[in-house]
């Protein structure tokens, strides 16, 4: 069977008040004509679907066109929810979605069996899947105490209990069907890509590969932004976001995942490059170097100007470059701000305080403390 691969779509983002909206219009375009193209029989979504638990109608109306016609193509099509995403949300939606012929999974349910997915390929391949959307901590104590695995005690990690769920989920894995697991979450010794949610990436939220099941033919997993493999005992992989959601991923490559895998055969995995976003790219130099480039050359920019710190330095920079919608002082610009001691605040004035700040990051234009000095006027007036 072939199935197509993605996640971690984070419709709605905006990046510093630019919005992506016509950006997501044209990547999940590409990732439909991928599809359309190639002919899957399945199309997985690996979670995070929205970047916010509270998507606005637009976000909702372009994620359900996007799956509607991923259905269109003639693939099945399951989709998870991810951290990002409201997982009750997701499962009201699950009447439009049985309608339009896709299976949209939110939040662990009380029956095991709901998230076990069977079908059949056009030429008579059985297929098995694994659904798991993204459990935070304290939901995953409450899912394996539904499941009646035994008594959850508090000293078991969060990986036990993932572990212990899929054990449960996974155990009718045979050899009569292509075994296919999909979740949201963090695997142990995976690269982060870069634009990822800290609180639900960090080690406490972190899973061995070993808690996927050997006799799995192919694992797909969302919630970490580059696509890679996984060490483990099946197939384990990320298929990479479809576009860079911050400057951070700027070195990423999006794509989707191609894999063609049978019930007798090792999976093969293609990446296919999604090529429809704005790059985001970080250029630095002084003033008179980014002067230099060329401000009409597709991407939004994130740019560290080698200056000293000034008022009016921000627009200066955009006025050369129109697309940076990012700009910092180059670290090494600035003074060491490691300081012994604490400093004496009591009986001092805020202006004298504003300066000793301006003082310790370099800052030493006169112009920005008259701005304080007028603020501060204003404000207390």
Request: charged share 20%; net charge negative; aromatic share 6%.
């Amino acid at each position: 069977m072939k199935l197509l691969h993605t996640s971690d779509w984070h419709v709605g983002k905006v990046l510093k008040g630019q919005s992506r909206n016509e950006e997501h219009i044209a990547v999940l375009a590409q990732v439909v004509e991928i599809a359309r193209a190639e002919r899957p029989d399945l199309v997985i979504v690996a979670g995070d679907m929205y970047d916010t638990a509270a998507p606005t109608p637009e976000a909702t109306r372009l994620v359900t066109r996007a799956l509607s016609a991923l259905r269109g193509t003639g693939a099945e099509v399951v989709a998870i929810g991810g951290n990002h995403d409201n997982g009750a949300a997701l499962d009201a939606l699950r009447p439009w979605a049985e309608a339009a012929g896709v299976c949209l999974r939110g939040t662990v349910r009380e029956s095991a069996a709901d998230h076990v997915l069977a079908g059949e390929t056009a030429g008579g391949e059985r297929w098995r899947l694994v659904a798991l959307p993204f459990l935070s901590q304290r939901f995953a104590v409450r899912a394996a105490e539904m499941y009646e695995l035994t008594a959850a005690e508090a000293s078991q990690t969060y990986a036990d209990h993932i572990g212990r769920l899929l054990g449960v989920l996974c155990q009718g894995f045979g050899s009569d069907a292509v075994n296919l697991v999909t979740a949201h979450l963090t695997v142990v010794g995976a690269t982060m890509g870069g634009g990822e949610r800290e609180a639900h990436s960090v080690m406490g939220y972190a899973v061995p590969a070993t808690v996927f099941p050997g006799s799995a033919h192919y694992v797909a997993l969302g919630h970490l932004h580059r696509a890679q493999q996984v060490p483990g005992p099946a197939p384990v992989r990320y298929c990479g976001s479809p576009l860079a959601i911050d400057f951070g991923e700027g070195e990423n490559t999006p794509s989707v995942a191609i894999v063609e895998v049978t019930a007798e055969s090792t999976a093969k995995v293609r990446d296919v490059p999604i090529t429809a976003a704005v790059p985001l790219r970080t250029v630095r130099g002084t003033l008179a170097e980014l002067s230099m480039m060329d401000g009409d050359q597709p991407g939004w920019l994130r740019v560290y100007v080698r200056e000293a710190p000034r008022a009016g330095l921000r627009e200066e920079v955009q006025a050369l470059l129109p697309r940076a919608i990012e700009v910092r002082i180059d670290p090494e610009m600035l003074p060491d701000t490691t300081v012994s001691g604490r400093a004496e605040r009591a009986g001092r004035s805020p202006r004298d305080l504003f300066a000793d700040y301006l003082e310790s990051r370099g800052h030493a234009d006169e112009g920005v403390q008259e701005l304080f000095d007028t603020l501060y006027e204003e404000v207390s007036a």
